[in-house]
């Protein structure tokens, strides 16, 4: 990856370019921890769907609990 040298904002156009980037990349860290998250309830979900009754009963769920847990949609808390 090719890095480039932070120098001194010299006018405007620098400050703006630099507001840029760091918007973009507060933007794509936002993507990423979101996709991470999506990705960890789904895992999440489907070890959920595994357990059989006696486990469910050991967390404190029911058969019912569950299954409407697992139904919802991953971008769903």
């Known amino acids: 990856m090719t890095s480039i040298p ?6 405007a156009a620098d400050a703006q370019r630099r ?6 990349s ?5 993507v990423f921890a979101t996709l ?3 990705r960890r309830r789904l895992r999440e979900r489907d070890q ?7 486990m469910l009963r050991d967390i404190g769920l029911t058969r ?5 847990l697992i139904s919802k949609p991953f971008w769903r808390a």
Do not use: K, M, T
């Open 6 to 11: 932070l120098q001194p904002c010299h006018d």
């Open 19 to 24: 507001q840029a980037l760091e918007a973009l």
């Open 64 to 68: 019912a609990d569950a299954h409407l």
């Open 48 to 54: 959920l769907a595994q357990l059989d009754d006696r």
């Open 36 to 38: 991470g998250e999506w």
């Open 26 to 30: 507060d933007a794509a860290h936002w």
